[in-house]
């Protein structure tokens, strides 16, 4: 749609080109506001009708985008006077930006100054021409020139090279004012995005805090973790199960041997172990995963070593069940009902199977302790078992009991960071509260 | 004591009962409920309204990134949102990117895609076609990587669509680039698929974003509504009932959602009665927690 | 050799990504795109196809070994090699594309589909016997449940009632459990991400 | 109903049952649809990988000249030897570009994500308090909010015995909790049960009428 019509043949041929410009501005009026293509064609038709142009836009800024990789200009200026007030017959905004950059071309065309390279792809800088990088709608004061950064694309234009840019204000039967003249400008990428310092700041605290944690682990730095209820009620199941001289079951769950619960349940299972070798309890493991067998089975043995019963330990307390979910569920429900154990112990992670365990074991009326970091499994969990660990409590638990450095450095430095975090939240709801802008624009990512 | 101990017998025998007779219950009544296909009011929530304004104040040509990342283990509740969001964008001449992250989901999207074309070809007699009205970009392993690599550049992960067409030789796709080109993603998910578009999508590119999810996991995405990181929750049959209402066309999900009111009442009966027998037994929880 | 240089491969990938998320320029973002978004999903192929060859592993030793219920195990072989046939030759020879449809939407989606929808009885089988009030905790959750379970059922005067404390317990309540939950697993993940990087977290390089 | 569809739903309806056998007892008809699924899914794998994967992003790219995409393939190729026990260790390089990637990719993003911007979100909507929309019972809202977060939060923290205040602030931070599964709880079963209706929708709805239409 080119648009520009040279005026001044007959009458006839005047008035269909009036009548193809106000099409022409209809469609325009519908079209969308911000076209990602700069559309090079120009789109302001010619002044046809005797019409006093609208006045034009005033104060004109352009800088680079910040925080981006280059190719971008944001231009404000104050919208025109005729523009929602005055005369109001602003139609739209056309933003013209010189020297013109045309392209891309396999090879220069024709000898001309001007001619650049950019990574195999030939562009042509026109000096004193202009391009028509944007229309926009009535009543805006802003508008950001987005170019492409692959040299082949259409919109590509380059870093470090002086632009000027111009306002067109173009009124409702196209006449035409335009602002003064910003430029030049160059446009370039900048090398820390300014919005992330908060990003950056939360990463470096949280990492440092997580290093010196896990370092004062290791070196066997007492590091306080406050007793946790779901212990002693296990405690007092192994209890209760010895009492009645039933068998106790520990079902490790469906994780894989590097998930965290999976490996916070071992830890849990040496301590029932070594209490259940003093007790000398009949313990049942029946296990979903093979690797998590062995593991398990080298558990149960030193725990049973550890508490001086090393021949009471036999192979088949752990055994392997079968890797498919629903049958595994259905033989550990078969155990629960032919042994009647007093205790049932679900640590680890489970999916939407638990649901049938926790039933049965309910119904053969044992005590059930459950734990996993699953969120969408813990609601089911805490009204169908007598005690439930939730989410981190079975990692606080593990590093309770197992004390494993790692485990337990990082969780004091959660801790610690939840601490920070509170403090932080604390003082941003106070400055919401007693109205501090300056304070709470602070609480803000701009990415 | 005697009285307690009868009492106690009733309950037991109720609750011993075999679980295949509770599961016999639930099927039969809700054979006969989806037979007699009550139909309830589906109250609109504002989550599931603010996708649907969204949407309409989208002009003819505006695009949508559509990721279909869920399986048929879940298509019960999250098929009718599809079809509802492509009914909507086909009827307002909005463009589709159409993207399917779960290793089961590409042949059931390509056929959502099919039947929806269908559908709006019996209402207008124009068939949308691939490459003109919606792009169907099929599935790449590892989803963290394909959501970063599509907010770069759409022929990074897909330098083809699902049916091996070059994205450029696609008329729709010129000119497209990232989530700059497109006005939302609106993300169907049954997996954490969610989490990795808000995080990775939206939290590096700030595309806006919509979710529709299971029932499952609707709850836990209100944090993010409330940060504005993400615009609107379909949750679970009933967001795809409220969708069906509001673009007109009530299908399978407003159905099924008055079977639900039959399914819900069973559960909730079921836990009355359990927890009164529970109480009349007086069975003090153990560890007197 | 053997682990030294996977750490150091995982330590430099991993801080140059941390690193590059701050750092917008462009000569930052070609490494970014053309090796760390490009190459992954070639990987990622491999290592899904890795799933597949494991599993006909284990079907044919369970055949071989004729382990209990070894005759479904040729079931699934035969699932296996007539899709992927149908699946791969299909895109050379388009006549197949139909079959391959056609397992794809009568076998493959009508038993996932039924496969989840088990739960459902075994929810309603929990709740009859196993979702008890048996402590406060339970109790709330109980009850809030419910009246979220009731949010869409048309009771007259009371629906708005319902409707409104249903809508309340999802913005407000369930709102701050779920944001203080967010905060603890991303911490989780950071944390992890951390470890793996830094080396502390080595169990995925497994025994040698 | 044309022929062909009536067929193709008794398929679908037979295989359906076969799995809502298992609710009576686990039997040969559940057993053999589960394992075929298992095998048709693996097989649907492989032709996704290689249609949407193997073709697009490796075949064609090579036959087009790039040859550097020979280094992924390699390394995909490597991961596969995680199979052999004695060259297993080979596979931590492909393992190791993949983790060290999603692992850097991760970590500013999912603590600006899931820890900053839900921290921020409170702030502001304290700040958006005062605004002339709010009444009442936004503020009202917004002050249970952040009671209901920092309890919380306070119930998670390990650093601090669970006695005097901190005890009573942590009592009502597992309230908070309780209520947020009580509606994740609710929102589950509709979950659970809408897979079933579905199902029935299908075998009452689309397949019986076809058999007998």
């Known amino acids: 749609m080119d648009g520009v019509a040279d005026v001044g043949r007959t009458a006839r041929l005047r008035v269909c080109i009036i009548a193809a410009t106000l099409l022409s501005f209809s469609a325009l009026a519908s079209a969308q506001v911000e076209n990602p293509v700069a559309d090079t064609a120009a789109v302001y038709p010619a002044a046809t009708i005797a019409e006093p142009p609208p006045a034009p836009i005033t104060n004109l800024k352009v800088k680079d985008l910040p925080n981006d990789h280059g190719h971008a200009f944001r231009l404000t200026w104050t919208i025109s ?123 470096l605290v949280y990492g440092g805090l997580m290093l010196t944690m896990v370092r004062l682990a290791r070196g066997g730095k007492e590091l306080f973790i406050r007793p946790l209820a779901g212990i002693n009620a296990v405690d007092e199941a192994i209890g209760r199960a010895t009492e009645m001289g039933r068998p106790i079951l520990y079902v490790l769950g469906l994780g894989s041997p590097d998930e965290i619960a999976t490996i916070a349940s071992f830890t849990i299972l040496s301590r029932v172990a070594k209490k259940v070798a003093e007790y000398q309890t009949e313990l049942i493991v029946p296990c979903y995963d093979s690797i998590v067998m062995t593991i398990a089975q080298e558990t149960v043995k030193q725990a049973y070593i550890d508490a001086g019963r090393g021949d009471d330990y036999h192979e088949d307390m752990v055994y392997f069940v079968t890797q498919n979910q629903f049958a595994y569920v259905a033989a550990i429900n078969g155990t629960m009902l032919r042994r009647q154990t007093a205790t049932n112990f679900y640590l680890g992670v489970f999916y939407a199977e ?94 | 004591m005697a009285e307690n101990n009868s009492r106690k017998n009733i309950f037991e025998r109720m609750f011993a009962i075999d679980r295949r007779w509770v599961y016999g219950f639930l099927m039969l009544a809700v054979v006969l409920s989806v037979i007699a296909k009550p139909i309830i009011p589906i109250p609109i929530s504002r989550e599931a309204r603010s996708i649907y304004d969204f949407m309409n104040s989208l002009n003819s040509g505006d695009y949508i990134h559509l990721a279909m990342d869920y399986d048929p283990s879940t298509l019960a509740e999250l098929h009718p949102m599809t079809r509802a969001v492509l009914k909507q964008c086909f009827e307002k001449k909005i463009k589709v990117i159409i993207t399917a992250l779960h290793q089961n989901g590409p042949g059931m999207a390509a056929a959502a895609i099919d039947t929806a074309c269908q559908r709006h070809f019996e209402l207008t007699g124009y068939r949308p076609e691939s490459g003109k009205d919606w792009v169907f970009l099929g599935y790449k392993p590892y989803p963290i990587l394909i959501i970063l690599g599509m907010g770069q550049n759409y022929r990074i992960p897909f330098p083809n669509d699902y049916y091996n067409v070059p994205l450029d030789s696609l008329p729709m796709m010129n000119g497209i680039r990232n989530y700059q080109n497109v006005k939302a993603v609106i993300n169907i998910s049954a997996t954490s698929a969610t989490d990795w578009w808000i995080t990775y ?87 007197g927690l | 050799m053997k682990r030294q240089f996977p750490l150091i491969i995982i330590f430099s990938l991993g801080l140059f990504m941390v690193v590059q998320y701050f750092v917008p320029h462009e000569k930052s973002e070609f490494f970014y795109e053309f090796i760390a978004l490009d190459w992954p999903p070639i990987i990622g192929a491999f290592a899904l196809m890795l799933g597949v060859i494991s599993l006909t592993r284990v079907s044919i030793t369970k055949i071989k070994r004729k382990k209990e219920a070894w005759g479904y195990s040729i079931v699934t072989l035969i699932g296996l090699f007539t899709m992927s046939a149908v699946g791969v030759v299909g895109y050379h020879y388009p006549p197949l594309t139909r079959a391959f449809n056609w397992n794809f939407n009568n076998i493959m989606i009508p038993i996932s589909a039924t496969m989840f929808s088990l739960l459902a009885f075994f929810i309603a089988s929990a709740a009859y016997r196993a979702f008890r009030a048996r402590s406060v905790l339970a109790t709330i959750l109980l009850v809030a449940a419910i009246i979220v379970m009731m949010r869409f059922f048309p009771l007259g005067p009371l629906t708005s009632v319902v409707g409104r404390a249903s809508d309340w317990i999802l913005n407000v309540p369930n709102l701050a459990a779920k944001r203080a939950i967010l905060i603890g697993v991303g911490l989780g993940i950071v944390s992890t991400a951390m470890k793996v990087i830094l080396g502390i977290e080595r169990s995925y390089l497994g025994k040698d | ?112 994500t899931k820890v900053l911007e839900q921290i921020f979100g409170t702030v502001q909507s304290f700040a958006a308090l005062h605004n002339s929309s709010t009444d009442f019972w936004a503020g009202f809202n917004t002050v249970v909010v952040v009671i209901g977060i920092i309890t919380s939060l306070v119930y998670f923290f390990f650093s601090k015995e669970h006695k005097g205040a901190t005890g009573s602030v942590a009592k009502v931070g597992i309230w908070t909790l309780m209520i947020g599964f009580g509606a994740s709880f609710g929102y589950t079963v509709m979950a659970r049960i809408s897979l079933l209706i579905e199902r029935i929708q299908f075998l009452v709805n689309d397949w019986l009428p076809g058999l007998f239409g």
């Open chain 1, 354 to 447: 638990s649901l049938i365990l926790a039933e049965t074991g309910s119904l053969a009326g044992s005590i059930q302790i459950s734990g996993t970091d699953r969120i969408t499994q813990l609601p089911f969990f805490v009204v169908a078992c007598d005690y439930t660990l939730i989410g981190e409590e079975l990692y606080a638990a593990s590093a309770y009991l197992g004390r494993e450095p790692i485990l337990l450095g990082t969780l004091k430095a959660q801790d610690y960071t939840k601490a920070v975090l509170m403090v932080l939240m604390g003082l941003g709801v106070l400055a919401g509260i007693l109205n501090i802008a300056w304070l709470t624009d602070l609480f803000v990512l701009n990415i």
């Open chain 2, 201 to 287: 999508g939206n939290g590096r590119y700030q595309v806006p974003l919509a979710i529709g999810v299971t029932g499952v996991m609707a709850t836990d995405y209100y944090p993010y509504l409330q940060t504005g990181q993400i615009f609107g929750i379909l949750g679970g049959l009933q967001g795809a009932a409220e969708y069906e209402t509001l673009v007109g066309t009530p299908g399978k999900a407003v159905e099924g959602m008055s079977v639900q009111v039959v399914g819900h009442s069973i559960i909730i009966i079921f836990i009355i009665i359990g927890n009164i027998g529970y109480f009349a037994t007086r069975k003090k929880s153990k560890l």
């Open chain 4, 1 to 112: 109903m044309d022929f062909g569809t009536a067929i193709s739903n008794t398929v679908a309806a037979l295989l359906t049952l076969c799995i809502f056998s298992f609710l009576y007892k686990d039997n040969p008809f559940y057993k053999f649809a589960e394992h075929l699924v298992v095998g048709v899914s693996a097989g649907y794998w492989v032709s996704i990988l290689y249609i949407n994967v193997v073709i697009p992003n490796i075949w064609q790219k090579l036959t087009a000249g790039k040859w550097w995409y020979v280094i992924p393939t390699i390394l995909g190729v490597l991961m596969w030897t995680r199979i052999v026990k004695r060259w297993s260790w080979i596979s931590r390089y492909p393992l190791a570009f993949y983790l060290g990637i999603v692992t850097g990719v991760a970590i500013p993003l999912e603590m600006q």
């Open chain 1, 81 to 203: 006077a005729d523009d929602t007030g005055g005369r109001n017959n602003v139609r739209q905004y056309a933003v013209l930006r010189t020297p013109a950059w045309k392209g891309p071309f396999t090879e220069p065309q024709g000898a001309g100054p001007g001619w650049r390279n950019e990574q195999g792809h030939w562009w042509h800088l026109v000096e004193g021409e202009w391009d028509t990088v944007g229309t926009i709608p009535s009543s805006t004061a802003e508008y950001v020139n987005r170019g492409g950064k692959a040299r082949e694309s259409s919109d590509y234009f380059p870093d470090y090279v002086g632009f000027s840019f111009k306002v067109l204000t173009v009124g409702a039967r196209g006449s035409i004012s335009e602002s003064a003249i910003f430029g030049p400008v160059e446009s370039s990428g900048q090398w820390f995005h300014a919005g992330k310092t908060w990003v950056v700041l939360a990463v």
